[in-house]
């Protein structure tokens, strides 16, 4: 091909490409609702778990349609990325040997599956601990009373109302019920509380009204009132945090291929490695807890191994082919 023949290729590879994102961005933008929803699944059931209302706040009018947006655009290009990897690949191949071309063949399609793998553990195993951890944090601040310390003469006390009691006690019998899931089929006008998730719920009409109930003793907590666009944010960049970090295997796999560290180098390394990865998952997870680094430390250790496993085969197949080239030579 002449430099114009491949200049033009790369012009209708890069048009598909940007198609390809412009679909799925679109398609995304259809059910952005259904995006949403995974996204922000897991903070509204911590939230909820907590006895807080699960709600999120946008600060702008902008800002629920440009996050939906960009939820849109980010999920549209993940999702369109084999296809523009495809383009990719269709564009360069020609110019790469054959030990090259299958190399790509079999690490690209496995280092996309681990990235996805990674973003949904993030997404359904991490995100839930990491919130929950993060919310029991606030609720754990110790509240002060300055009229413990400094009496009335700072902050005088508000004067209680003096009432004067009944001449009979009337008697209080509850009648509200406490149901540990929803009832099938509420009058309007049915009040429960939902013991599952510590919320008072009302029927009027045809919907269902809720009210996040607390404990008496946690009023005086400093309450999580998260934007919509940061939460969205911090999910997306942990998530591709996490879809990196499970590109263990591959790496290791290429190292043992390129030939710059063997397997055996790397299994005597192990040790530092480990070390390496914990440094990680602790600077990675905000949770000093040690059960939330685990989370991310076991599976790295796991896909380490893995990865070594996969680099002795290759170096395996590797050595047989050298063995058998060596024997069909003709001897001198």
Not at 182 to 207: A, C, F
Not at 223 to 252: H, K
Request: glycine fraction near 6%; charged fraction near 15%; aromatic fraction near 10%.
């Amino acid at each position: 091909m002449t430099l114009g023949e491949h200049l033009e290729e790369l012009r209708s590879r890069l048009i598909r490409l940007l198609a390809g994102l412009f679909v799925g961005a679109s398609v995304c933008f259809v059910f952005r609702d259904r995006l949403m929803q995974v996204l922000l699944g897991p903070t509204f059931a911590v939230l909820r778990s907590r006895g807080l209302a699960p709600e999120l706040v946008a600060l702008d009018p902008l800002e629920p349609f440009m996050t939906a947006l960009k939820v849109s655009i980010i999920i549209g290009f993940i999702l369109s990325a084999p296809y523009g990897l495809y383009q990719v690949w269709a564009f360069v191949a020609a110019g790469l040997y054959r030990r090259e071309r299958r190399f790509v063949q079999r690490f690209v399609p496995v280092s996309i599956v681990l990235f996805f793998t990674g973003a949904l553990f993030f997404l359904f195993v991490v995100m839930p601990v990491m919130l929950y951890f993060l919310i029991g944090f606030m609720d754990a601040v110790p509240t002060f009373d300055p009229t413990r310390v400094f009496g009335d003469r700072l902050i005088p006390r508000r004067q209680a109302i003096q009432v004067s009691p009944p001449a009979t006690q009337p008697t209080f019998s509850p009648n509200v019920p406490v149901l540990a899931q929803d009832p099938p089929n509420p009058t309007s006008g049915t009040m429960w509380i939902d013991s599952s998730t510590h919320e008072v719920k009302i029927r009027l009409g045809d919907q269902t009204y809720v009210l996040a109930a607390r404990p008496a003793e946690q009023q005086n907590v400093i309450r999580p009132n998260w934007t919509l666009r940061d939460t969205i944010e911090l999910t997306l960049e942990m998530a591709a945090a996490f879809g990196v970090g499970f590109q263990v295997p591959v790496v290791v796999a290429f190292l043992a291929t390129v030939g710059i560290f063997s397997a055996s180098q790397m299994a005597k390394s192990r040790r530092m490695v480990w070390f390496v990865m914990s440094i990680a998952a602790a600077v990675v997870t905000p949770s000093p807890d040690p059960g939330t680094m685990m989370l991310l430390l076991v599976p790295m250790c796991l896909l380490f191994e893995s990865g070594l496993y996969a680099a002795r085969k290759i170096e395996k197949r590797r050595a047989a082919a050298a063995a058998a080239q060596d024997s069909d030579s003709p001897a001198d």
